[in-house]
């Protein structure tokens, strides 16, 4: 076994595994669950050690976003989606990286976003949401390099996935340029390579980046309403 695969939908995951198989010989294998849920990072451990493996790269990967005014998302969905991107992703770093830093080598990727680097009105909670991921990322790399150990935060722009879909945005994604994953993917492993502490792929993401340093942080934010000003989960608000 090559591979843990863990997500809710086990057909997709099985799809993608069989492929692996045939194009690359890799071996998955699939835990399907519900990683917002409050005692996931124990229930994908438990499962970790009955395989009795040791993890040597850990993808923080799966997370979601909430566009639109606060006050057409419950507080159970902005719940969920704290528990997703923030606890569970930290949970599984302070179950993994130890055993990690024992062994003196190992690697994780913690998904955040060029959102991290400044607030984003009209998705307030997600993009402080990645903001923890990335200086909490930033952190234990500078704990975890010197003991063998790499931690990246990885701050992708605009990306092809169903990422706007679900996040309340449909159709977003046809009106702005984005990257593939296939992209975003082929920079992470060069900066995991290079043992960087953070990347974003695309130069015109890493401007994006540096927006918030070449204005004040009130004209940046008020730039940013107009990304998701006319999102689906907006219908209630004129401004
Ligand atoms: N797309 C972008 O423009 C963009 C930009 C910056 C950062 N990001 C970040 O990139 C990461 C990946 O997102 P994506 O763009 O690939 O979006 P996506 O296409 O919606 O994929 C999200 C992934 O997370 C999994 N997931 C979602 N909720 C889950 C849950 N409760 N339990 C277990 N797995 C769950 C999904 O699998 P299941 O639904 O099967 O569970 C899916 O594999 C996220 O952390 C996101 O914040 C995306």
């Given at each position: 076994m090559h591979l843990i695969l863990a997500a809710r939908r086990t057909e997709q995951m099985n799809a993608l595994a069989q492929d692996l198989l045939t194009k690359h010989g890799t071996n998955c294998h699939i835990v399907?669950?519900?990683?917002?849920?409050?005692?996931?990072?124990?229930?994908?451990?438990?499962?970790?050690?009955?395989l009795g493996v040791n993890v040597e790269l850990l993808v923080n990967n799966a997370g979601i976003g909430l566009i639109g005014a606060i006050e057409n998302a419950t507080p159970e969905e902005v719940q969920r989606m704290l528990n997703l991107n923030i606890l569970t992703l930290t949970d599984l770093t302070y179950r993994i990286l130890p055993g990690m830093l024992e062994r003196g080598h190992g690697a994780i990727i913690n998904v955040s976003s060029v959102a991290a680097?400044?607030?984003?009105?009209?998705?307030?909670?997600?993009?402080?949401?990645?903001?923890?991921?990335?200086?909490?990322?930033?952190?234990?790399?500078?704990?975890?390099?010197?003991?063998?150990?790499?931690?990246?935060?990885?701050?992708?722009g605009v990306t092809t996935t169903e990422f706007f879909e679900r996040a309340g945005a449909p159709g977003w994604l046809d009106k702005h340029s984005s990257q593939t994953t296939f992209k975003v993917v082929k920079t992470a492993l060069s900066a995991l390579e290079k043992r960087r502490q953070y990347v974003i792929p695309g130069w015109k993401n890493y401007f994006l980046s540096l927006l918030v340093r070449l204005t004040t942080r009130r004209t940046a934010v008020n730039e940013s309403k107009r990304y998701f000003r006319s999102g689906k989960r907006n219908n209630k608000t004129s401004e």
């Open positions: 399907t669950i519900d990683l917002a849920a409050p005692d996931a990072g124990r229930l994908l451990m438990d499962e970790i050690d009955r680097f400044q607030p984003v009105a009209f998705m307030g909670a997600y993009s402080a949401s990645k903001s923890y991921v990335l200086h909490f990322s930033e952190a234990l790399w500078a704990e975890a390099r010197s003991r063998g150990v790499t931690v990246l935060g990885l701050c992708p």
